[in-house]
C-alpha cells in the first residue's frame, strides 16, 4: 500500500494513446478544466495566466493585468487561450 505521502507528493497518469507514463503534481492533476471561456468566468472573471504571462493587445488597448496566476489552471485549459499569449480567457 502507497502512503499518503508519496501519494500527496506525485501523481502518476497514465497517458493514452502512447502507453507511457508521465508524473504529474497533485496540482496539476486537481486542476480544473473548463468547457469554455464562459464557464471559466464564472469561477475566474478575469481569466487564469501562467507565471510570468503578459496579456497580447492591439494598439492602444491596456492588457488584463487582474487575471488569476496559476500554471496549473492554464496548462489544463491552454485549448482557451486562442491569442497563444500565455493568458486563457483574459477579460476586462
Do not use: W
Not at 500527496?8 to 486542476?31: E, F, I, K, Y
Not at 497580447?56 to 491569442?83: H, Q
Amino acid at each position: 500500500m502507497v502512503s499518503r505521502l508519496v501519494r500527496a507528493a506525485l501523481v502518476v497518469a497514465l497517458v493514452l494513446g502512447g502507453g507511457s507514463l508521465a508524473v504529474v503534481s497533485p496540482a496539476q492533476a486537481a486542476a480544473p478544466k473548463f468547457k469554455n471561456c464562459a464557464a471559466m468566468h464564472k469561477k475566474y472573471k478575469h481569466g487564469v495566466g501562467k507565471k510570468g504571462a503578459r496579456d497580447k493587445v492591439r494598439g492602444k488597448t491596456k492588457p488584463v493585468t487582474n487575471f488569476k496566476v496559476s500554471t496549473a489552471i492554464y496548462n489544463a485549459n491552454t485549448k482557451l487561450d486562442r491569442d497563444k499569449d500565455g493568458v486563457a480567457c483574459e477579460k476586462r
